[in-house]
């Protein structure tokens, strides 16, 4: 009769932990499930947007992500298959939000999530916590091996924000870093935050392709105008009438599709 009431008792905190956001972490798989997807759909347009005011990016300055953006055939995934984990550190409202920012990237090409097996040696692990003070990060491209994306609440958990951080994970750069961006923007350096001049580096030629690609104002990989300013100034202007730079959007533009597209040949 005792083991009968504790096991009772057991279940039914299990059963309320699980009706609430607080679920213990050791009950939350390292995948993401239907529940999460479906939560996914329900989320609030603030759940959505891209919170730039607060936002802090990283950029990992390891010579292989900064010096192979795009050109080199080694950084993509194969057969745009991409395994990943995720920690049990993200709790129900988090993991909708990924969950949402995943559905984006797959539901308009060719791209994959899925959950890691042990046969996988390359793979993503999503997780607010890298054991480092580093901002929000992902590195750019397949590095091999365990690569984190690193993005924690309040500051980087948002649709927008996440589905740019996996834009990088998927291969892509900054579209504001682009060999060609001369001719489409100005950086305004004297209004940037000097500590985060390395934000609007020019990538070299030599080094990444545009793919042929037209310039994208509207990117999910393009910062906004206000980025990281010093004195409440933009640091990037437009060069051409009829253009803005805002970070608004939290969906892939046609360009963004199509790039992808051609990028994986799929």
């Not at 989320?43 to 990283?58: A, H, I, S, V």
């Not at 990117?219 to 253009?243: C, E, F, Q, R, W």
Request: hydrophobic residues 30%.
């Amino acid at each position: 009769m005792k083991i009968i009431i504790i096991i009772s008792i057991l279940f039914f905190f299990v059963i309320t932990f699980t009706r609430c956001n607080s679920i213990p972490s050791v009950l939350r798989p390292p995948y993401l499930t239907d529940e999460d997807f479906e939560r996914g759909k329900a989320l609030t347009f603030e759940e959505r947007r891209f919170k730039w005011t607060d936002f802090r990016e990283y950029l990992p300055s390891n010579s292989k992500t900064r010096a192979n953006v795009w050109i080199a055939q080694k950084y993509k995934w194969p057969n745009a298959r991409v395994p990943y984990v995720i920690s049990s550190l993200y709790n129900n409202d988090e993991r909708a939000i990924i969950a949402e920012s995943i559905r984006e990237w797959e539901s308009k090409t060719c791209i994959r999530f899925v959950p890691a097996s042990s046969q996988d040696r390359d793979y993503l692990e999503l997780t607010p916590n890298d054991g480092t003070n580093n901002y929000c990060y992902s590195y750019v491209g397949r590095q091999g091996g365990r690569q984190f994306v690193k993005m924690y609440a309040p500051t980087c958990m948002s649709v927008g924000q996440y589905v740019h951080e996996l834009g990088h994970a998927i291969g892509f750069g900054h579209e504001h870093q682009r060999p060609d961006r001369d001719n489409y923007v100005e950086i305004k350096w004297e209004n940037i935050d000097p500590s985060f001049h390395y934000a609007f580096d020019k990538y070299q030629a030599n080094s990444f392709t545009t793919l042929g690609m037209v310039y994208d104002y509207y990117s999910i990989m393009h910062y906004p105008d206000y980025s990281y300013s010093s004195n409440g100034k933009p640091t990037l202007v437009p060069k051409y009438a009829g253009h803005q730079i805002t970070y608004m959007n939290v969906r892939l533009t046609p360009t963004d599709i199509e790039k992808t597209k051609k990028y994986y040949n799929c």
